[in-house]
Each structure stands twice: as C-alpha cells, then as structure tokens.
C-alpha cells in the first residue's frame, strides 16, 4: 500500500475471530467471500451498506480523532457467513 495508496482505500473493513476460516471459505454456489459479501451486505436485515467502514473510513478516523469507527463483526454459523452492523 505504500507504493499504491489509493488502491484498496474502498474495501470494506469487518472485525472477526476467525479471519483464517473466513478467508477460505466458500458458498454453496462456491462464490468466495470477497465474492459473496457485497450481495450479503445489500440484502442484510440487520443493516446495510451505508453501516460499511471502509479502509478509507478507518485512516481518516484514526488521523482525525485518534480512535477507530465501530466496526462490523463477520463470523462464521453453521457453513454461512454472518455480519452484525
């Protein structure tokens, strides 16, 4: 990010426990997780995208106030992913 800093400034940023699980895992219709989290955060009951924190979001947060935003938590239940805005 040093040589690129614009590249990744709009990935959204999500607070877990298992980021290796979550890392591999795979839907049913075998969509990866940087695959399947957009969908899952436009459909999600619990919030939506505009609750996203991006990287962006984090660095102005931290040089602004010197504390971090609220970030989503994204952990793994039975074989789906869920997040909690």
Partial sequence: MAQEPFVGENVCIFQTQNAKELVSWRS????????????????????????????????YARYDSGELP???????????VVVWW
């Fill in 28 to 59: 049913a219709q075998d969509a990866t997780l940087g695959e399947y989290l957009p969908g899952l955060m436009e459909n999600n009951p619990s919030g939506n995208p505009a609750q996203a924190v991006t990287l962006r979001d984090l660095y």
């Fill in 70 to 80: 609220h970030l989503p938590k994204i952990w793994m239940e039975g074989e789906g």
